[in-house]
């Protein structure tokens, strides 16, 4: 299975800030990344597809580049409600893999 | 809208069974792809297993391999796992995920609240 792993884990940074979330693969995976966004006691939402691809209703502050086995998701200016969880998923093999999160928390 | 709703989660004992469920709404149901994803109590997300829109195909992660069974009635715009052999690791909050697309490999562009399952004597 394709291992995929996040760095950091834990993220402090402040209202303002630029944010930069790195995602790495065991093994390329060309292009077929996506990134996740989930607050505590909900389910996980749909940020970034294909790598790089905005989903709809996504402000545009979201940002995702890479392919092969190193990716990043980046947040130009961070706001309040982007205190949360996020997590990269590989969709390349059958089994579709998570990182493990990164939580970013108030400085 | 889409709508996914999971139901059928509970306390069960060690080596028990349960079935989940996830009604779908919104959506051509047999066009997509779905998938079951659980979370562990405060850990993160894993993938259990994804079936095809018509139905023909499965794949499982091999933590639930011979254990867990998912299906889909697309008559009934609804999605199961069947779950046996039931560990005190497979206790987690279980969410229904829609693919974006009919084939097996996915991202998930909507999930439902989820359901929770406890494993515990």
């Known amino acids: 299975d394709i291992q995929m792993t996040q760095s950091p884990s834990t993220l402090s940074a402040s209202v303002g800030d630029r944010v930069t979330i790195t995602c790495r693969a065991s093994?390329?995976?060309?292009?077929?990344l996506a990134w996740y966004q989930q607050k505590p006691g909900k389910a996980p939402k749909l940020l970034i597809y294909?790598?790089?691809s905005l989903e709809s209703g996504v402000p545009s502050r979201f940002s995702g580049s890479g392919s092969g086995t190193e990716f990043t998701l980046t947040i130009s200016s961070l706001q309040p409600d982007d205190f949360a969880t996020y997590y990269c998923?590989?969709?390349?093999?059958?089994?579709?893999?998570f990182g493990q999160g990164t939580k970013v928390e108030i400085k | 809208e889409v709508q996914l709703v999971e139901s059928g989660g509970g306390l069960v004992q060690p080596g028990g069974s349960l079935r989940l469920s996830c009604a779908a709404s919104g959506f051509i149901f047999s066009n997509y792809a779905m998938s079951w994803v659980r979370q562990a109590p405060g850990k993160g997300l894993e993938w259990v297993s994804v079936?095809?829109?018509?139905?023909?195909?499965?794949y499982y992660a091999d933590s639930v391999k011979g254990r867990f069974t998912i299906s889909r009635d697309n008559f009934k715009n609804t999605l199961y796992l069947q779950m046996n052999s039931l560990r005190a690791e497979d206790t987690a909050v279980y969410y229904c995920?829609?693919?974006?697309?009919?084939?097996?490999?996915?991202?998930?562009?909507?999930w439902g609240q989820g359901t929770l399952v406890t494993v515990s004597s």
């Open positions: 079936i095809s829109g018509s139905g023909s195909s499965t």
């Open positions: 093994q390329s995976i060309s292009s077929w």
């Open positions: 294909k790598a790089s």
């Open positions: 998923q590989q969709y390349f093999s059958y089994s579709e893999t």
């Open positions: 995920a829609k693919g974006w697309f009919g084939n097996l490999l996915i991202y998930f562009d909507y």
